[in-house]
């Protein structure tokens, strides 16, 4: 079954599990560097948002022998599990005085949004673009965000400058940043595997300078956190160190004090192969490695 196929299948399937007048349909969404991924959409009748489930791990599963009945099952939870019980009032976001209390900054790849980027207020950034979007804390905890385009701006009757200032005081406050060794990270990701946990003090030895993961509290877009004021130069004077600062992926970058400028193509190398190896192309941030220094309290290339 190809996976047009499958998709219609899906929908075809999943239409008598829901209750009358609920609308499913499949769409091709505009991701992160210019990736496009097919997702299902499922809308209540009264609610105005709903979850969008994206197709190809669900593919994958098919293609590993699950049977499709047993994926819409599967489908149809996650969908109860984070859809909303009741509609959002859209005035929080066709209202700029409302809609502004919401707005905070993303980091995307330059380059690689380009052509989308014709539609979407931005700033470049190195090689880099700090795009803007309006986030909803939902009932379930989860987060919800709706990416700024021009014609938000027309709507609001407002500019980017605007907009800019209002989301650079607000993301450092509803996002916080977190900064954490690597290896309590990891030992987070570990703690549930008793075997696993016995190579982290081999790993610890072994990361010498330490490594840091800077993010944000919900670990969604964390990369963004480089941009918050004072914050590399303040993680920098603790540690008594320059930084390098390696993009792993728009979630979280890695920090690595340094007392000298010397490894550069070893670390770019080191990201390049992160990219192409682990991470798939919408998380995808940079090739580049950044390096911060005291002397100039800047980041450069």
């Not at 919401?102 to 014709?118: F, G, I, P, S, T």
């Not at 009932?139 to 605007?162: G, K, M, P, V």
């Not at 016995?198 to 969604?220: A, C, D, M």
């Amino acid at each position: 079954m190809t996976f047009q196929q499958f998709s219609d299948e899906l929908t075809r399937q999943l239409t008598p599990m829901f209750p009358d007048g609920t609308q499913i349909s499949t769409q091709s969404i505009p991701k992160n560097n210019g990736v496009f991924l097919d997702a299902i959409i499922i809308r209540e009748p009264g609610i105005n948002i709903s979850p969008t489930i994206y197709l190809e791990d669900y593919y994958a599963l098919y293609k590993e022998g699950t049977a499709l009945d047993e994926i819409c099952h599967i489908i149809c939870d996650v969908f109860l599990e984070v859809r909303l019980n009741h509609p959002i009032d859209p005035r929080f976001f066709t209202n700029f005085e409302q809609a502004k209390k919401h707005l905070v900054y993303q980091l995307v790849n330059y380059d690689k949004n380009k052509e989308r980027l014709a539609d979407i207020p931005h700033i470049q950034y190195l090689d880099l673009a700090i795009v803007f979007c309006c986030m909803l804390r939902l009932e379930n905890e989860e987060t919800a965000t709706i990416l700024i385009r021009n014609e938000h701006l027309q709507l609001w009757q407002t500019d980017l400058e605007t907009v800019k200032k209002q989301a650079f005081d607000n993301t450092p406050r509803l996002l916080p940043a977190y900064i954490q060794p690597i290896t309590d990270a990891i030992r987070d990701l570990m703690e549930s595997n008793e075997s696993l946990m016995r190579l982290l003090p081999l790993l610890e030895r072994e990361l010498t300078p330490p490594l840091y993961v800077l993010t944000n509290e919900t670990q969604i877009c964390g990369a963004a956190c480089i941009l918050y004021p004072a914050l590399l130069a303040e993680f920098s004077e603790s540690v008594g160190k320059d930084l390098y600062i390696l993009p792993s992926s728009i979630h979280e970058v890695l920090l690595l004090p340094t007392d000298t400028r010397c490894a550069d193509d070893e670390l770019c190398a080191l990201v390049r192969s992160v990219n192409s190896e682990q991470l798939p192309p919408t998380q995808q941030l940079s090739d580049s490695v950044y390096y911060y220094s005291r002397a100039i309290k800047g980041l450069v290339i």
